[in-house]
T-cell receptor, first 109, second 111 residues
Framework: GIQVEQSPPDLILQEGANSTLRCNFSDSVNNLQWFHQNPWGQLINLFYIPSGTKQNGRLSATTVATERYSLLYISSSQTTDSGVYFC???????????FGKGTKLTVNP | NAGVTQTPKFRILKIGQSMTLQCAQDMNHNYMYWYRQDPGMGLKLIYYSVGAGITDKGEVPNGYNVSRSTTEDFPLRLELAAPSQTSVYFCAVGRTNQEQYFGPGTRLTVT
């Protein structure tokens, strides 16, 4: 099956810093989503982005499907951005979402 | 609209007991999914359904059963609970080639 690798596994920032999270996947995909899992365990949809670039406030994402990677940018980070960020993909011909292991982000005040 | 709801929020089971985790949606999405998340890990697919009466196995189906009699509901059954089933369980809904939406999760401990 498709492999999803996220980097870095852990990231510690000071409030106000910018960061880039990466997601590599091993095969073509029909669906790619970024989620934020907050400290209470809730999964929050950030982006549905099988290709192209999207922006939502301080967050933006870019997926280059031909090169099999996606990037999540967080600018001017805030303590509320802390949590785990997951990338998940659906391989072509499937409807099953496959998750990476996540990037744990800690933003210190 | 409630979106995707799950009950209970928390549950402690003894080894060998059985229980049903409930998932309901009011989003009219045809696909429904059950995932489990072990500590420090991503989510893994247990079972999924493409519509009422149709279910299929995911990556980790052993020890679980599902049924889908309506579009709205997709219960997950644990017949003989084992410590390895201690996890957080998430239900999700979606449509073909569209994003999935997740419920708040059920935290299950088996002791």
């Amino acid at each position: 099956g498709i492999q999803v690798e996220q980097s870095p596994p852990d990231l510690i920032l000071q409030e106000g810093a910018n960061s880039t999270l990466r997601c590599n996947f091993s095969d073509s995909v029909n669906n790619l989503q970024w989620f934020h899992q907050n400290p209470w365990g809730q999964l929050i949809n950030l982006f549905y982005i099988p290709s192209g670039t999207k922006q939502n406030g301080r967050l933006s994402a870019t997926t280059v499907a031909t090169e099999r990677y996606s990037l999540l940018y967080i600018s001017s980070s805030q303590t509320t951005d802390s949590g785990v960020y997951f990338c998940a993909v659906v391989q072509g011909g499937s409807e099953k979402l496959v998750f990476g292991k996540g990037t744990k982000l800690t933003v210190n005040p | 609209n409630a979106g995707v709801t799950q009950t209970p929020k928390f549950r402690i089971l003894k080894i060998g007991q059985s229980m049903t985790l409930q998932c309901a949606q009011d989003m009219n999405h045809n696909y429904m999914y059950w995932y489990r998340q072990d500590p420090g890990m991503g989510l893994k697919l247990i079972y999924y359904s493409v519509g009422a009466g149709i279910t299929d196995k995911g990556e980790v189906p052993n020890g679980y059963n599902v049924s889908r009699s309506t579009t709205e509901d997709f219960p997950l059954r644990l017949e003989l609970a084992a410590p390895s089933q201690t996890s957080v369980y998430f239900c999700a809904v979606g449509r073909t080639n569209q994003e999935q939406y997740f419920g708040p999760g059920t935290r299950l401990t088996v002791t």
